[in-house]
């Protein structure tokens, strides 16, 4: 190890939407920081765009090891399964995805907007006949994203609630006890266990039927990997979404965005979301970390093998070298490369379903409240604390 700065991670509290300047300044002088996580001891930090591109696709670095070491972290427990498609590499990893995108394919999110719009106009309704004042996180940004994943899983209406307390469990960092996430996975892989025999009786027009059927007649899925796949939909489904739909709403609503897009000026609704995407940092800090397999150079830095290393998506989003002027909005740049769905062979695969309902979201809102407008000051919005992602407690909306 060389004589170089060990900076202590993460650098401070992450602040509303704010992206720590120490990101920025790391870009600039050390490519590849040396950090001291809270616990598990030092690890690798890369913030620059290429860089990032780089360990997120190289087949060196594995996200399986991460599961097999002491790893250094944020939280004083991981509560990770080698089954979860985020934590394998391949060929496992090549063997679920596969199974997954044949289902999750760009047809089936095309033919879920329409029923997606209608759950948007709905809970609008329900929104529009209780208010003024009302919450935008209660009653459309966390009720939307839920109903979504339960419509692609075929979970009945009844068990919708159950679901949404149990995956608010599972993403906390440490708002719950390492047993109490424990027990929130255990119900959520029970429940799904019975999910998949219904669907096996009676399949249905479902996602998650697809899956089901992929795996009765090609075997190339364990009935685990499949249980374990719906229990991974509903946490990396749910809550980033729920979150970015709020911040987006936020930051539209703080600087005017929203208004001049109810007077019909801005740009298409689809290029607004987009570059929301690039500009909202919506991870908080320290994304999933990768282990190198074995010795590798980056930007210059060697990274030993068995050594753990961190992206953090955001800041590579504001890298000054790809996108001008990076801190600012800009709806006109078509800045589509952005890497808050990541990159590589763990990209999000449902990105087109996430931006399909933050679309929505936002066009099914201007249609119904033209004159929607914070009812607070933008600085007396509460965040949440300690979640993998960044998100206001209430975005409270008046008309
Ligand atoms: C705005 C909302 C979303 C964001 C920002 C997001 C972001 C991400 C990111 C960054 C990754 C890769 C992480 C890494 O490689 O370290 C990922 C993976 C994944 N996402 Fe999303 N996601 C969103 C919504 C969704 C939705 C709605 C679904 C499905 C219902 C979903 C399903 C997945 C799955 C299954 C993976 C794992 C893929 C793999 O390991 O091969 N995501 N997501």
């Not at 879920?112 to 209660?138: E, S, T, Y």
């Not at 599972?170 to 669907?199: D, G, H």
Request: charged share 25%; with cysteine; glycine share 6%.
């Amino acid at each position: 190890m060389d004589e170089r700065t060990v900076h202590r991670f993460p650098f401070g509290p992450a602040v509303a939407l704010e992206l720590d300047p120490k990101y920025r300044k790391l870009q600039e002088s050390e490519r590849v920081a040396r950090v001291r996580m809270p616990f598990g001891g030092d690890a690798w930090l890369v913030t620059g765009y290429e860089d990032t591109r780089f360990v997120l696709s190289d087949p060196r670095f594995s996200r399986a090891v991460t599961l097999e070491m002491d790893l250094p972290r944020l939280q004083p427990r991981i509560v990770q399964n080698p089954e979860m498609i985020m934590s394998m590499d391949p060929p496992d990893h090549t063997r679920v995805r596969q199974v997954a995108a044949r289902a999750f394919t760009p047809r089936r999110v095309e033919r879920l907007r329409p029923w997606i719009a209608g759950q948007v106009d709905g809970l609008l309704a329900r929104m529009a006949g209780q208010g003024p004042p009302a919450d935008l996180v209660r009653d459309l940004a966390l009720p939307l994203p839920i109903a979504v994943i339960c419509e692609i899983l075929g979970v009945p209406f009844a068990d919708r609630e159950k679901f949404r307390v149990w995956s608010d469990i599972v993403m906390s960092v440490t708002a719950f006890t390492p047993e109490e996430i424990q027990a929130a996975f255990q119900s959520l892989t029970e429940y799904l266990q019975w999910l998949v025999k219904q669907r096996r009786v009676a399949p249905a027009d479902d996602l998650f039927s697809a899956m089901v059927r992929a795996r009765d007649t090609e075997a190339v899925m364990s009935e685990r990997e499949l249980v374990t796949f719906g229990v991974t939909l509903l946490v990396v489904g749910h809550e980033t979404t729920v979150n970015e739909i709020a911040d987006m709403m936020f930051v539209l609503l703080r600087d005017g965005g929203y208004a001049e897009l109810a007077r019909g000026g801005g740009p298409p609704v689809p290029r607004v979301v987009e570059e929301l995407l690039r500009f909202v940092p919506l991870e908080s800090p320290g994304g999933f970390a990768r282990v190198a397999t074995e010795d590798v150079v980056v930007g210059g830095t060697l990274i030993a093998k068995g050594e753990a290393v961190y992206t953090q998506l955001s800041a590579a989003n504001r890298d000054p070298r790809v996108f001008a002027d990076p801190d600012a909005i800009d709806f006109a740049a078509e800045r589509e490369q952005h890497l808050t769905f990541g990159f590589g062979p763990h990209r999000c695969l449902g990105a087109a379903l996430a931006k399909a309902e933050i679309e929505l979201a936002v066009e099914g809102l201007l249609r119904a409240f033209p004159g929607l407008r914070l009812a607070v000051d933008p600085e007396r919005v509460t965040w949440k604390l300690d979640r993998l992602v960044r998100g206001p407690e209430a975005l409270p909306v008046t008309w």
